[in-house]
Every structure is written in structure tokens, then in C-alpha cells.
């Protein structure tokens, strides 16, 4: 399944430069001055994992097919943009279209790259963001709930929306509407607000190991857990250096990860996926599916008729699979599992599907 993630931000905070780097393209336009970037671009990336590697090796398979994450560069949002200001309607309404969003935050300061505000403070910079999109969604809400449009809404919708409308104008936290509805009730409503967010903070080389003073009291305010410091101009060089160099550079710089890499394990958290895998001699493939997901629909992810003809499911965990030497073996030393419709598949499970066509 995948999943798509919008990057936004204020007009250069380095949105571009950023899904440039991750995308190991350049095919979104990095410029210094605001709204270089009208349409969305749009890059589909391998989701690199070690596993896959190694589940190739042991069933001599002739493909290799990662799974697949989606970055969508999202032009510059200014204040007002919920009334139609720069590209307001255009950018809030890319927004809708993604999983999650990336607010990335500037936190370096420039005397070349062009700033829209006055001063550095990404504390500011999001509220600015927020606020447009609580402001798009409270103009939305209202549509809705107008008189001619309420009765032809599901009712629950409504509560949900009416909830929404005074969490918004009392300013408090809208994220109390899953604690207070059904999880997929609440992702129904389309509001921009609700999207599961990650918080980039984009810096400079020199505070790429420790951070500055604008992650410290960024992330004092709003948690380091779906918080990542990254500088985007440093990936992008990552990109043009061989492997063995990258990994010196990244030695020496104090960095031991990609931020491609730290954004993917973010994600997946916040999302709350995970990854099953099916491997044999034509190929071996890595599944997103959504934590706690029953086997019949795992199957369904590779095709609906998998989930629809559903029997078993035979399974074996990626460290017995690895352990055994495939699947023979694992047969052999009682390591297979035949599971039925209630299994929840966990990370990792190595799956072939018995199915009735």
C-alpha cells in the first residue's frame, strides 16, 4: 500500500531542496524566492530495509521489489492562505491528498536564502501553518454543516464535525476527537488539521550533530517523538558522493543515519505500519499493512482475490526464515505456521497465501 507524505512549510525553508534530496532527484525546483514551486512534484522512493536483502539471498529470487513511500512537494504556505493568499486554495487542497505531513521548519539563518518573516522562529512559523489549516478546516466545517448540506450527511459525521468546529474555536487540541470517535470515523471527515504530523527542523552542517537554539526551544515546545533534525542541503550532497564516501562523510559530520532513512522509521510509527514480506525463486517483495492487520487482509493487499478466497496462510518469522535457510527447512523444523483468519500478522512474517479462486 504504501503511503504519501506532503512536505510544507513557509515559502523557502528548503521544501524543495529537501524532496529533492530524498527523492535523489531534481526534479523540484529549489529557488530563492517564494512559490518556485506551484504544483506539487511528486517522487515515489524505495523504502530501503536490510531484510529484503537478505530474504533474496536465501531464495536465490530473480526480483527484488521494495515497498514504496511517496513524497509530495507542496508549494509555500503564507498567512492567509485559508482566503485565497499566494496559493492558498491550491496548496490546502494538495494538502488533503496525503497521509501525513511534513511541516518543515526553518531553523538556520541566511543571508542569501530569502526569509518571509523578518526573524528565524519556527515556534511562529508552524502556528502560522496551523492556524491556515485549522482556518481552512473551520470554513469547511461550516459548508457542511449548513442547513441544505447537514441532512444529506451521515449523522455521525455531524457530531464529529460540530465537535471539530468548537474544539477549533476554543482553541484547544482537535487531536480529542480520537479519543472521542472511531479512529476512521475521524479520518472520514477530510479535515487538513487531523493529518498524523512529523516536524522537521531544517538546519545548518554546523548544528546538524547537536542542533541550535531553534531546535532547543522548538522541540522544548512541541516533544522530540515526531521530531527529526535534518539539514536538507546536506542529504542533497550526501546523494552525489560514492558509498564508501558517503560513509566517511557521514562519520565525520556525526551522522548516522540518512534523513531519508530517520523520515521512513518516523513515519512508519506515526502511522502506525509495518512490513510483511512473500519470497520465492521469481521474487521476493516487502507488503505495508497497517499494525494489527488480520492475515485475510494482508492477502488483500496483494490482491483482492487472495482476500476474498482466503484459507491459510502459511508463515514463518523473517529470524526463522533467515535461521532455517527458506523454506523448505523452515517446513522441516517446525518453524512454518499454518494461520487462519484471525492471525494478526506482526513484522516481518515471511507469507504465502492459501486461497480458493
Known amino acids: 500500500m504504501g503511503f504519501k507524505c506532503g512536505i ?7 521544501k524543495s531542496t529537501l524532496f529533492n534530496a530524498l527523492t535523489n532527484s531534481s ?17 515515489v522512493v524505495p523504502v530501503p530495509d ?27 504556505l503564507v498567512e492567509g492562505a485559508s482566503k485565497g493568499e499566494g496559493l492558498g486554495n491550491k496548496f490546502l487542497s494538495h494538502i488533503r ?4 505531513v511534513i511541516h518543515l521548519i526553518r531553523c538556520f539563518d541566511s543571508d542569501d536564502i530569502q526569509n518571509v518573516n523578518p526573524t528565524v522562529d519556527p515556534i511562529r512559523d508552524l502556528e502560522i501553518i496551523e492556524t491556515e489549516m485549522s482556518l ?18 451521515d449523522e455521525n459525521q455531524n457530531q464529529i464535525l460540530e465537535r471539530a468546529q468548537n474544539l477549533i474555536n476554543d482553541n484547544n487540541d482537535i487531536n480529542k476527537l480520537y479519543d472521542e470517535f472511531d479512529k476512521k470515523d475521524v479520518r472520514l471527515s477530510g479535515l487538513l488539521s487531523i493529518k498524523p504530523k512529523l516536524y522537521v527542523c531544517n538546519v545548518d552542517e554546523n548544528s546538524i550533530d547537536k542542533g541550535n537554539d531553534y531546535t532547543k526551544s522548538f522541540i522544548e515546545k512541541y516533544g522530540s517523538k515526531n521530531t527529526l533534525t535534518i539539514s ?30 530517520l523520515l521512513i522509521k518516523k513515519g512508519y510509527d506515526l502511522l502506525s505500519l509495518e512490513t510483511f514480506f ?11 499493512i497497517n499494525k494489527n492487520c488480520m492475515a485475510p487482509q494482508a492477502a488483500g493487499i496483494i490482491h483482492t482475490d487472495f482476500e476474498k478466497g482466503f484459507i491459510r496462510a502459511e508463515t514463518v518469522s523473517y529470524q526463522d526464515f533467515v535461521g ?15 494461520e487462519g483468519k484471525d492471525y494478526i500478522v506482526k513484522d516481518g512474517d515471511v507469507l504465502n497465501f492459501r486461497f480458493n479462486t
Request: hydrophobic residues 35%; glycine residues 6%.
Open 8 to 14: 510544507v512549510g513557509l515559502p523557502n525553508v528548503g
Open 50 to 76: 536490510y531484510r529484503l536483502d537478505e530474504l533474496v539471498k536465501i531464495s536465490n529470487s530473480k526480483k527484488k521489489i521494495n515497498t514504496t513511500i511517496s513524497f509530495v512537494d507542496i508549494a509555500g
Open 278 to 288: 512473500t519470497s520465492g525463486v521469481e521474487e521476493t517483495r516487502a507488503w505495508t
Open 324 to 338: 532455517s535457510g527458506g523454506w523448505l527447512k523452515s517446513r522441516e523444523n517446525g518453524k512454518m505456521r499454518l
Open 136 to 153: 481552512a478546516d473551520l470554513e469547511s466545517i461550516q459548508k457542511r454543516l449548513d442547513k441544505k448540506n447537514k441532512k444529506n450527511n
Open 97 to 100: 491528498e496525503v497521509d501525513a
Open 27 to 43: 526534479k523540484a525546483q529549489a529557488a530563492n524566492f517564494p512559490f518556485c514551486t506551484i504544483d506539487p512534484n511528486i517522487g
Open 232 to 261: 536538507a542541503e546536506i542529504e542533497n550532497q550526501l546523494n552525489e558522493l560514492e558509498n564508501e564516501e558517503r560513509k566517511n562523510y557521514m562519520k565525520m559530520i556525526n551522522v548516522d543515519d540518512t534523513g531519508l532513512n
